[in-house]
C-alpha cells in the first residue's frame, strides 16, 4: 500500500472514488490522510461518517498539502475541475491521476496550465467491489517513484496494467472497460437458455452466475491460457464439443473481434467531442 505519510485528495465524491476510499482503508491506509471535495451534501456527509475521512465541500481545502490528488469528475465537468484544480497548485506539484474517462491528457494539461505529473487510469465497474481491472498510462515528466505511487493508488481498487501508449487506453476502455457487460450479456443468454430448456428461472440465474464465478477463478489461478483450459473441459464427442462447435458456426470468435473494435472506435470519437465541447 502506498505511505501511510502520504496524502490524498479525491476530487468528485461518487462511486468511484467511494471504491477507491474503501479499498485504500481495507489495506490499511490511515483515514486522516485521505479527503474528498464534493458540492453534494449527502455524498460528504456518507463519506464522512462511513470511513472517517475529511469530506469538504470546497476544492481548495481539499487538496491541501495533497501529493496525490485523484480526479473522480464526469467528464462533462472536466475542463472545470482541472482549471479550479490547477488555479491551487504550487511547488512541489504533486502527482494528478484521472480516472475521468476519454479525457486525454493534453486536454488535462491544457486545463491544469501546467504539465503536472500525470496517470491516466481506465478502470472499470467491479472497481466496486475491488475486482476491477485498471489500465494506466503516464505522462511525460511523470516520475518512477509517481508511477509506482500511482500503482499502489489504483489496486485499492483491483488488478493494473500498464500500457505504453495513451492510445492503448481506447483498447482497454473498449476491453475491460466495457467487458463486464459483455460477460452479463453472455450470462443473461445462458440463463434464458437454461429456463428455455427446463430449468427453472432461479437455478439458472444461480448456476450461470457461479459457472462465470468459477471460470474466471480457474483462469485466475491457472498456469494455462484460456485456450488450455477451454481444451481441457472440451472432451471429445462430448457436450461440450457439441456447444462450442455451435458458437463457432455462428461466428462468435469474429463478432467478437468486431465488437472490441467497434467500442475503442467508439472511445476514440469521445475523447474527441469532450476536447471539442470543453
Not at 138 to 159: C, D, F, I, P, Y
Not at 227 to 234: F, K, M
Not at 254 to 260: D, F, K, N, P, S
Request: hydrophobic share 45%.
Amino acid at each position: 500500500m502506498p505511505s501511510t505519510t502520504t496524502r490524498i485528495a479525491f476530487i468528485g465524491g461518487g462511486n468511484m472514488a467511494r471504491s477507491l476510499i474503501a479499498g485504500l482503508i481495507a489495506d490499511g491506509y490511515e483515514a486522516t490522510r485521505l479527503t474528498v471535495s464534493d458540492p453534494d451534501t449527502a455524498k460528504r456527509d456518507a463519506l464522512a461518517e462511513q470511513f472517517g475521512i475529511t469530506a469538504c465541500a470546497q476544492t481548495v481545502e481539499a487538496i491541501d498539502a495533497a501529493e496525490v490528488i485523484v480526479l473522480c469528475v464526469k467528464p462533462q465537468v472536466a475542463a472545470v475541475a482541472c482549471r479550479e484544480v490547477g488555479a491551487l497548485l504550487s511547488e512541489p506539484l504533486p502527482l494528478v491521476i484521472s480516472v475521468m474517462a476519454g479525457v486525454t491528457e493534453a486536454s488535462i494539461h491544457g486545463w491544469l496550465g501546467q504539465p503536472a505529473p500525470l496517470v491516466r487510469a481506465m478502470p472499470n465497474t467491479p472497481v466496486l467491489v475491488q475486482s476491477g481491472a485498471i489500465g494506466l498510462h503516464a505522462s511525460a515528466g511523470t516520475w518512477a517513484k509517481q508511477v509506482n505511487l500511482a500503482e499502489e493508488v489504483m489496486r485499492a481498487g483491483g488488478l493494473t496494467h500498464w500500457v505504453k501508449t495513451e492510445a492503448e487506453l481506447d483498447t482497454v476502455t473498449a476491453l475491460s472497460g466495457s467487458g463486464p457487460a459483455y460477460f452479463f450479456l453472455f450470462m443473461e443468454s445462458l440463463e434464458k437458455a437454461a429456463i428455455a430448456e427446463g430449468l427453472d428461472p432461479e437455478g439458472a440465474r444461480l448456476l450461470s452466475i457461479q459457472t462465470a464465478l468459477g471460470a474466471a477463478r480457474m483462469a485466475v489461478e491457472s498456469d494455462e491460457s484460456p485456450q488450455q483450459l477451454r481444451q481441457r473441459v472440451t472432451s471429445p464427442g462430448g457436450t461440450t464439443e457439441r456447444a462450442i462447435a455451435v458458437f463457432e458456426e455462428g461466428g462468435l470468435p469474429a463478432l467478437t473481434l468486431r465488437a472490441v473494435a467497434a467500442a475503442r472506435h467508439r472511445a476514440q470519437e469521445l475523447s474527441e467531442l469532450i476536447a471539442e465541447e470543453q
